[in-house]
């Protein structure tokens, strides 16, 4: 099995490293951000009374 050289596989690791980079930051963008509804306003909290 020939052996290459070690340009080659710091070129090979850069190569493999901007795919796996470029990939996740495609992932990160493909989802399109909910819009979110200002008239609902924050949602009120019930109140929980605890009998121990």
Not at 1 to 6: L, S
Not at 20 to 46: A, V, W
Request: no cysteine; proline share 12%; glycine share 4%.
């Amino acid at each position: 099995m020939p052996q290459m050289a070690p340009l080659l596989w710091l070129n090979l690791f850069f190569m493999f490293l901007i795919g796996f980079i470029l990939f996740f930051i495609m992932n990160y963008f493909m989802k399109m951000p909910l819009k979110i509804d200002p008239s609902s306003g924050p949602k009120p909290q019930l109140q929980k009374t605890w009998k121990w």
